[in-house]
């Protein structure tokens, strides 16, 4: 199964060191760096709830590789993935499980909010007219980033949540930003880390060290 990531050469180190280290041998993986000097400041993208310029570009940016990639892979089943994840085993027949007779499946993004359900972070695409339909109309309809664009135009296929019992993010248990806490809960099966909510790549490395060093430390 092929996996793709779009990233920035600043999160190489991040990408090299969790990502890459764990990723199952199952996939084939297709990496592109671009250079993007506004990826992940320490005082993040947002500021009076609105992101940079520089930020809501670089995300259109990745939509449009999203459609294009989509396109060049019809009749496929693929996965686009964040540069800030980490994976626990092997994962590919899950994601063929839990995908069904869907056109997506992608990463749950929290617990309460359903405009914001839906993370592209992690993202099983059946490419189908369908879901190129879906990608034609984030790039047309684009607004403030990829999240919220997918989520406003996810009606375009059918598709479902991952569960957070295999695929984690520390929002789904803090219900906020991760700042240091190293006690909060990790699901006893989980198979994917993906280091979201917090900012900054420094942020997400350490967050990155403490699921590994605690998942590891439970065999």
């Given at each position: 199964?092929?996996?793709?990531?779009?990233?920035?050469?600043?999160?190489?180190?991040?990408?090299?060191?969790?990502?890459?280290?764990?990723?199952?041998?199952?996939?084939?993986?297709?990496?592109?760096?671009?250079?993007?000097?506004?990826?992940?400041?320490?005082?993040?993208?947002?500021?009076?709830?609105?992101?940079?310029?520089?930020?809501?570009?670089?995300?259109?940016?990745?939509?449009?590789?999203?459609?294009?990639?989509?396109?060049?892979?019809?009749?496929?089943?693929?996965?686009?993935?964040d540069?800030?994840?980490?994976?626990?085993?092997?994962?590919k027949?899950?994601l063929?499980?839990?995908?069904?007779?869907?056109?997506?499946?992608?990463?749950?993004?929290?617990?309460?909010?359903?405009?914001?359900?839906?993370?592209?972070?992690?993202?099983?695409?059946?490419?189908?007219?369908?879901?190129?339909?879906?990608?034609?109309?984030?790039?047309?309809?684009?607004?403030?980033?990829?999240?919220?664009?997918?989520?406003?135009?996810?009606?375009?296929?059918?598709?479902?949540?991952?569960p957070?019992?295999?695929?984690?993010?520390?929002?789904?248990?803090l219900?906020?930003?991760?700042?240091?806490?190293?006690?909060?809960?990790?699901?006893?099966?989980?198979?994917v880390?993906?280091?979201?909510?917090?900012?900054?790549?420094?942020?997400?490395?350490?967050?990155?060290?403490?699921?590994?060093?605690?998942?590891?430390n439970?065999?």
């Open positions: 199964m092929k996996i793709y990531t779009f990233l920035s050469e600043a999160q190489r180190e991040m990408y090299e060191n969790y990502f890459l280290s764990s990723l199952p041998s199952e996939f084939e993986i297709y990496t592109t760096f671009h250079n993007d000097p506004y990826v992940e400041p320490t005082g993040g993208y947002y500021s009076v709830g609105f992101p940079c310029p520089e930020f809501t570009t670089r995300m259109k940016t990745k939509a449009l590789f999203m459609k294009k990639t989509c396109k060049e892979n019809l009749g496929d089943i693929i996965v686009f993935a540069g800030d994840l980490q994976f626990f085993g092997p994962l027949k899950t063929i499980e839990e995908l069904g007779d869907l056109d997506m499946v992608c990463q749950q993004d929290d617990t309460w909010s359903v405009s914001r359900k839906l993370c592209g972070g992690l993202m099983v695409c059946r490419c189908n007219e369908k879901t190129l339909n879906l990608f034609t109309k984030m790039e047309r309809h684009f607004r403030i980033d990829d999240q919220i664009t997918l989520n406003d135009q996810k009606g375009a296929c059918k598709h479902k949540a991952l957070i019992e295999k695929f984690f993010t520390v929002g789904h248990v219900g906020r930003r991760w700042w240091k806490e190293v006690n909060f809960s990790i699901p006893k099966h989980i198979l880390h993906h280091a979201s909510w917090t900012l900054g790549i420094e942020n997400k490395i350490k967050l990155l060290e403490i699921v590994r060093k605690r998942v590891h439970r065999k």
